[in-house]
């Protein structure tokens, strides 16, 4: 156990990618051991990769990739502008609205940073906007992606935890709109204190003309979860079909995509999508070794010897979540604190499903804080600003994110309620 956290601390101190991080810890153990041969190490990252669920991963990211290539987002940007662009600060509202709409589409925060604060913070920018401001916005409402439904994170904490991912993917839903909505009351804050400017409506004709070029992306979502819901095919099965889609959309209908832009389209995918499933691979051998050490146990017995109020022990596992989230990777810390915590939280009566959202909620916020905040370096360096002012313009709206854990941790019944209403 000793050698465990040892090896872990330093490999992270020394500044070993994580992936690496998290091979190295457990080979180090059992060198130190001495009785498992070390091909095991190659056997658990094989079979942590070996689940079909898992391929939903590539394909909703290549999804996500061929539809930010097109004008999608441009066609989102203009539809929702009917929505909120007449408001003071409309940019922002619009930048939010777009996120929350993008999140039904690709279910990664990066790929809507890029894609979103390409094309919002330099508009918003132009239109008066502080740039920290802007970029904050872009780098909070990115974080959505991840909770509303479709979600890579839900896929692994469901194939982790043994948990249905389409009553997961419900449950996310009521979350993510809160996350919204509550950064919608900052931006509402803001925009009066600073006098930011009143977009102006689009006529009725120009409406309909945005709805009519927007309708084929906004359909996608319900595609993905109204199939998955009705049992006409599984999320690895969606995710194959939103490429298609997405390809059809993009070739056919919009034409705005090229053979000649599809081998960079590929590579991308490619690229980012054997990075999550290193990791993946990595972190099934460290979550092994955890199992195998007895750590759940050993931690469930810990924390309950020194309270079993539900509260108290839901506020310490939000606080420690929400640490680790600040340095590590999403899907690693994911594979390495599910099977820790899960045991402790049904013990305490607190529902898988409900876990679920709070474990990913809590990660989520990382990705817009230092010292790994991938989110926030994408709009910093979007928004040509120094990190310093970004953050300091972003905490409001990780207070806004703090809430909505707040409600949704202790407010279960709410998380619940649309996977109940579907029968999970």
Request: with cysteine; proline share 6%.
């Amino acid at each position: 156990m000793l050698t465990l956290v040892a090896a872990f601390i330093v490999f992270l101190a020394i500044g070993v990618p994580v992936a690496f991080v998290l091979g190295l810890t457990p080979m180090t153990v059992l060198m130190t051991q001495g009785e498992t041969p070390l091909v095991l190490i190659a056997q658990r990252i094989f079979t942590g990769m070996d689940n079909p669920i898992l391929m939903a991963i590539p394909f909703f990211i290549l999804a996500g990739n061929l539809m930010s290539r097109g004008s999608m987002t441009e066609r989102l940007v203009t539809f929702c502008k009917i929505l909120v662009g007449g408001l003071r600060g409309g940019l922002a509202y619009i930048n939010i609205v777009i996120s929350m709409i993008f999140a039904g589409i690709t279910g990664a925060a990066v790929a809507d940073t890029s894609a979103v604060g390409s094309i919002l913070i330099p508009a918003m920018e132009k239109e008066g906007y502080d740039v920290d401001f802007s970029a904050a916005v872009t780098a909070t409402s990115s974080t959505i992606g991840p909770v509303i439904p479709p979600s890579i994170p839900f896929i692994v904490y469901g194939v982790l935890g043994e948990v249905s991912i389409a009553s997961l993917f419900l449950a996310g839903i009521v979350p993510g709109v809160l996350l919204g909505l509550f950064q919608m009351a900052v931006v509402w804050y803001y925009a009066r204190k600073r006098g930011y400017p009143k977009g102006s409506m689009p006529g009725l004709k120009e409406a309909f003309k945005a709805i009519m070029d927007a309708a084929l992306v906004l359909i996608m979502p319900l595609i993905i979860l109204g199939g998955i819901l009705t049992g006409v095919f599984t999320p690895t099965e969606s995710a194959a079909i939103a490429v298609f889609y997405a390809l059809g959309i993009g070739f056919f209908v919009h034409r705005d995509l090229k053979l000649k832009d599809l081998p960079k389209i590929l590579i991308e995918t490619g690229a980012t999508s054997s990075l999550v499933l290193l990791v993946i691979g990595m972190a099934s051998i460290f979550s092994w070794l955890l199992a195998s050490e007895e750590v759940p146990q050993i931690v469930t017995q810990a924390i309950l010897s020194v309270t079993e109020n539900k509260i108290l022990i839901l506020l310490l596992v939000n606080v420690v979540l929400l640490i680790v989230g600040t340095f590590m990777e999403t899907t690693a810390s994911l594979i390495i604190l599910t099977p820790v915590l899960l045991p402790l939280m049904t013990q305490i009566g607190v529902d898988p499903l409900h876990f679920g959202v709070i474990i990913v909620l809590n990660l989520v916020i990382g990705l817009t804080t230092p010292p790994v905040g991938v989110c926030l370096f994408i709009a910093c360096s979007i928004g040509k600003t120094r990190l310093e002012s970004l953050f300091r313009a972003i905490v409001p709206f990780l207070m806004a994110s703090l809430a909505v854990l707040i409600i949704c941790t202790y407010w279960g019944g709410l998380v619940m309620a649309i996977p109940h209403a579907f029968g999970y």
